[in-house]
């Protein structure tokens, strides 16, 4: 069987459909696949039918739903270079980055599947006051019933595991709506799931605006990850809704550059942090502030490691190390900001244009720009780096915070204490020190971003999970129950003091809680 008919044996895949939506590599511009466009009706029939099977899902527990999860671990090991071949299909990654993507969703299901019954295991907290020390006091985690998972065109097969696995180890069930520019690796996912015969508790449905909306209107708890724009558009319908969402939106990601870094590794590390999968990454950097003491060598040598990069298409050999933009409107926007950039008086020292061959844009280095610039102030997503010299960090630190997003950051110096110093100072969600990308790969903690790049957060450890779950308090009695409680009526004197009393000594401070007259006094008892 070859490629293409397997992408069109997937759920939702129809080669040459009336209606449908054409898929196209944006590095040939060759149709690869055809998808369904969903309509709300499909959307809404397939949340019911997720609804039916989603009780017995719940009910196997952690460790139930733990061999399902590795089982469809085992099947993307398995299928590694086929999906690889179909990622690279519709995106024209070069063939290094598709093969992370398995990868990736193999370790983030390892991660899940394994912790998930220590995650959700009942919590029970130590009461806070005598009164409570009569109780059992439990925090028990039940799963929303259906999770609604939207997912952008960057990162077509890794970003839905991110957020399809720990919503299904949490005992959801999920249905999943990817890009229609990228759906067909999403398509491979639901294909494998069916493949290792799984329960039908994970259905992705394809196609545009309207089946995201109607997404939106049909689930218990949403997650999207896109644009700031359409993120408050899916915020503002789940508020009308009353229910919960999370939200991974833009990112506008600053790198501070000290002189007593490692020149060396920060150019390295910057160029790579701003040209991976062609600037197409939430946390790429995306500004970059250097110390003037160093900012001629910084410069040169980051302009040589974005020159030195490799461009173009790849089949299953490692030949190139940045490909394509998404589409046409992405090029439109890099270009816009480019050309921008150098009639407000920034200067190109490499790259600047499309290559002329798809939506191929040359890896990109700015100078002399400013915050003035659109290349500076908002998202641009493409393979773009603008260099500005500073003084000192604190001019650094001001800069990188004058933002609307605050997604990550990363800080470059020799001396690590300072650099966690200036860390706990920026307005971001994660920052890395002398690195980049490496709190994605941390599962541990938590992913998301402040002001407009976010709300809420993937990951965390048990939050992770959790975080598809709706917190459940449950009282039990330790010791055996009385005919009536304290604050039973009828009302009584006595009880009532001796409740307030007691509430009043776990709590208060000094005196006061021990103020025997006092509480006589509030109960009209003189005695």
């Not at 039940?142 to 999770?147: A, E, S």
């Not at 490692?318 to 270009?335: S, Y």
């Amino acid at each position: 069987m070859t490629n293409t008919e397997r992408r069109q044996d997937a759920p939702g895949a129809n080669a040459g459909e009336p209606g449908g939506i054409e898929v196209r590599n944006p590095g040939t511009g060759e149709i690869v696949g055809t998808v369904t466009d969903h309509s709300a009706e499909d959307v809404a029939a397939a949340v019911r039918e997720l609804r039916l099977f989603q009780p017995e899902w719940e009910a196997i527990g952690p460790d139930g739903r733990k061999e399902w999860l590795l089982k469809l671990q085992d099947w993307l090991i398995d299928n590694t270079e086929h999906l690889s071949d179909v990622l690279q299909s519709e995106t024209s990654k070069p063939r290094a980055d598709a093969l992370i993507d398995p990868a990736f969703g193999a370790d983030v299901i390892g991660y899940y599947a394994r912790r998930a019954a220590k995650f959700l295991a009942d919590d029970h907290p130590s009461p806070h006051s005598p009164l409570a020390r009569v109780k059992k006091l439990t925090t028990a985690y039940r799963p929303y019933p259906v999770v609604g998972v939207i997912t952008p065109w960057n990162f077509p097969l890794a970003m839905p595991i991110m957020d399809v696995v720990p919503a299904l180890a949490a005992g959801a069930a999920v249905l999943l709506k990817p890009s229609e520019v990228t759906p067909l690796s999403a398509l491979e996912l639901a294909r494998g799931w069916a493949e290792i015969g799984a329960p039908p508790v994970f259905k992705v449905l394809t196609g545009a605006g309207a089946t995201g909306a109607a997404v939106v209107a049909n689930v218990d708890y949403l997650q999207f990850t896109g644009s700031t724009a359409t993120g408050k558009k899916i915020a503002a319908a789940c508020v009308d809704r009353l229910i919960p969402y999370s939200l991974e939106l833009g990112g506008k990601d600053p790198a501070i550059v000290l002189a007593d870094a490692d020149i060396d590794r920060a150019a390295a590390g910057i160029a790579f942090g701003g040209m991976f999968n062609a600037g197409q990454v939430c946390i790429s950097v995306e500004r970059v502030y250097v110390e003037a003491a160093v900012y001629d060598e910084f410069v040169a040598k980051l302009t040589e490691n974005v020159k030195g990069l490799r461009q173009g298409i790849d089949g299953r050999g490692l030949n190139h190390d940045v490909g394509a933009l998404a589409n046409e409107n992405q090029v439109r926007i890099v270009q816009r900001h480019v050309d921008e950039a150098v009639a407000a008086g920034a200067k190109v020292l490499t790259g600047g244009k499309p290559t002329g061959q798809g939506t191929f844009f040359e890896p990109t280095v700015l100078v002399d720009v400013d915050h003035t610039m659109s290349c500076v102030a908002e998202e641009t997503f493409g393979p773009t780096l603008p260099v500005m010299k500073v003084a000192d960090e604190a001019e650094a630190i001001r800069l990188a915070n004058d933002s609307i997003y605050g997604l990550s950051a990363s800080v470059w110096t020799g001396d690590k204490e300072r650099g966690e110093r200036i860390a706990r100072q920026l307005n971001a969600g994660a920052v890395n020190i002398n690195d980049v990308f490496a709190n994605l790969f941390s599962y541990a903690l938590p992913m998301g971003g402040w002001g407009q790049s976010g709300v809420g957060a993937r990951w965390g450890g048990a939050a992770g999970v959790r975080k598809y779950c709706r917190q459940q308090a449950i009282t039990k009695p330790i010791l055996p129950t009385q005919e009536r409680e304290l604050f039973w009526y009828p009302v009584n004197s006595r009880n009532l003091l001796m409740a307030v009393g007691a509430m009043r000594a776990a709590g208060a401070r000094g005196l006061r809680r021990i103020d025997i007259p006092a509480l006589l006094k509030l109960t009209g008892d003189r005695k």
